[in-house]
């Protein structure tokens, strides 16, 4: 193994004092989808020293085509994207510990993930986790690294507390949600390009190379052979409240989380508990079965069948329900099964 990083050394704005710091470090993955699974993988396979994967989703067919961390077992046994990511990337890389964990990204859950972290990447696919990444890497002054794509579009900003305008300096609100891969597809390509951006950042944050560090908005789109980059330092804003000189951190009160949603572009609805619970799957799925439900699944959730929909149940009290956007109904299904 000792030629694992020899590429990577030789290349010399990290050589090995660099590798040794790559190995040091610790980046938290927010998401483990198209732009998390790909930039997971380049950094394990970089070497990276510990890796946490934070997701709240389980891989279906439809991610395959972009998300290349996961097979057609994956979608078979229904697995949650986190365990499956890391279960895959401990067989590329043993040396790096990784760490998965199933949840949803709210403020509370960022508050304590990020105790230990030196760097955050962004593969979500919604503002408000988005705008609770950037509140906590201000409050604990860890930088972060954003990316989004859709279509053949895609775009990424590193953001240095202290040093560049934070994300809530520049959108001011969480934007409307606007197309997403669900309503308007999107093509690998694109994924790789805004992982490349990602990853190639972390890569330089990690080594320290500060001044290597690109801090302009960047953002193409490869089908029609656009590509931009803006400067974006006169955002900086002193009264912003994330990240400004009377700052209050307001995406990170979770009372502001929304904790009912329909998922962006999707037939599904997201319900969060008011508190986090620790569900028994055995002992609820045997007490389904016997109420005539069909239930399948696997250590980590449960898939039951109700009506015309389908709910998928975390051991946290989380649930996805299936093939409905209606709120009311969606929370209705969700007490009569778990009141």
Not at 13 to 29: D, F, N, T
Not at 155 to 163: A, D, H, Q, V
Not at 194 to 203: C, D
Request: proline share 4%; hydrophobic share 35%; charged share 25%.
């Amino acid at each position: 193994m000792d030629e694992r990083y020899s590429r990577q050394t030789l290349f010399s704005p990290i050589g090995k004092a660099g590798q040794e710091k790559i190995r040091s470090k610790h980046v938290l993955m927010i998401g483990a989808g198209a732009l998390g699974s790909g930039n997971a993988e380049i950094l394990t396979r970089a070497g990276v020293g510990k890796l946490t994967i934070v997701d709240r989703d389980y891989v279906e067919a439809s991610n395959l085509q972009r998300q290349q961390l996961y097979t057609e077992q994956d979608v078979e046994e229904k697995l949650p994207k986190a365990a499956a990511a890391a279960k895959r990337l401990r067989k590329i890389n043993s040396d790096v510990e990784i760490e998965a964990v199933i949840t949803d990204a709210t403020p509370e859950k960022l508050e304590e993930l990020i105790q230990g972290a030196d760097l955050i990447i962004d593969a979500t696919d919604n503002f408000e986790t988005r705008m609770a990444i950037n509140d906590v890497s201000q409050k604990y002054q860890i930088p972060w690294i954003y990316g989004a794509c859709v279509g053949s579009f895609g775009m990424s900003l590193t953001i240095l507390p202290g040093k560049t305008p934070c994300l809530n300096c520049i959108l001011k609100k969480i934007p409307i949600q606007g197309m997403t891969c669900d309503t308007g597809g999107i093509i690998a390509p694109t994924v790789q390009m805004v992982i490349s951006h990602q990853s190639a950042e972390a890569l330089k944050i990690l080594v320290e190379d500060w001044e290597a560090v690109r801090t302009s908005f960047v953002s193409f789109d490869l089908w029609r052979n656009q590509y931009t980059s803006m400067k974006v330092s006169k955002a900086k804003d002193a009264g912003c409240l994330s990240c400004g000189e009377n700052r209050t951190y307001p995406y990170l009160d979770s009372e502001n989380m929304t904790k009912s949603t329909v998922l962006c572009g999707r037939d599904t609805v997201q319900i969060r508990p008011p508190r986090q619970q620790n569900i028994q799957l055995n002992d609820l799925s045997l007490q389904l079965k016997e109420l005539g439900y069909k239930v399948k699944g696997n250590p980590y959730l449960l898939s039951v069948e109700i009506d015309e929909q389908r709910l998928v149940i975390f051991n946290d009290g989380r649930a996805l329900i299936h093939g409905t956007k209606d709120l009311t109904q969606a929370k209705s299904i969700y007490q009569r099964l778990l009141g």
